[in-house]
């Protein structure tokens, strides 16, 4: 499925169909990389790397806890709880590089590989604006579907109910990631990724400059503006409910204390 670091360079569409229809699409781009081999960034690269001052870098305190724990760590803590038959070898995490040391996830998403290479496990890690993040923990099932009951607080033009159905599709040189909510059997929103893939070198990541570098401000500009089209469509904000600053929901239907 996944051999070695990349970047999908892509588009991101969100469609909302109740209670009113509405959809958006924009340019990003995800780095692709393996968790256990993050430090080696710092030596193979100039542009990106792991923990330190760079252009670009994937930093443990934007992930997880926010604590600084060592990604790699942390990851395999959340995967031994899926108690799999067959132990998770590789972890690749796909997400959104901090620039300059300012980044902003909504999604970061980690795939654990058996030792055949197919994907055992996958880990949703949700982020929202108001500094609070969420786990969803969960084996892949027959065609790398999944399932969660939603228990976290992004949109405040959603509730927090109702049941997420993941599905990724992994072609030669193509990621495609799709998110349906649906509540009461009613699709109510879908959000899809479509990258193509290209090796994490230097020269890579100068092609897509322009783009990795304003993407911190596009995304957090993107979703207030979404959110005053939402408003002016009529829908009002939902209260947010209490949550901790990290929750991991795994396996479907146990949430561990943060």
Request: aromatic fraction near 10%; glycine fraction near 6%; proline fraction near 5%.
């Amino acid at each position: 499925m996944f051999t070695a670091n990349a970047i999908f360079k892509g588009k991101l569409i969100h469609r909302r169909y109740l209670p009113v229809r509405h959809e958006l699409a924009y340019e990003v781009a995800d780095v692709l990389v393996d968790v256990d081999r993050l430090d080696e960034l710092n030596s193979s690269l100039w542009l990106i790397g792991h923990n330190r001052r760079c252009l670009f870098s994937i930093d443990d305190k934007n992930h997880g806890r926010g604590d600084g724990t060592s990604i790699a760590a942390h990851l395999r803590k959340l995967f031994e709880t899926l108690e799999l038959d067959a132990p998770i070898k590789r972890i690749f995490m796909l997400c959104y590089p901090a620039v300059l040391g300012k980044v902003f996830n909504p999604l970061t998403v980690y795939f654990g590989l058996g030792a055949d290479g197919r994907w055992l496990g996958v880990v949703y890690e949700v982020s929202n604006t108001f500094g609070q993040r969420h786990a969803y923990v969960l084996p892949v099932e027959d065609g790398n579907r999944q399932r969660a009951e939603k228990c976290f607080y992004v949109s405040p033009f959603n509730k927090v109910e109702g049941e997420y159905r993941f599905n990724i599709e992994r072609t030669a040189g193509a990621l495609r990631l799709n998110i349906a909510l649906f509540e009461q059997d009613k699709l109510k929103f879908a959000a899809r990724f479509e990258g193509r893939e290209t090796p994490l070198t230097d020269r890579a990541l100068l092609k897509g400059l322009a783009r990795l570098a304003l993407q911190p401000i596009k995304v957090l500009s993107a979703i207030h503006w979404e959110a005053l089209k939402l408003y002016l469509k009529g829908l009002r904000p939902t209260g947010r409910p209490p949550h901790a600053a990290y929750v991991i929901t795994s396996n479907v239907d146990r949430t561990l204390a943060p």
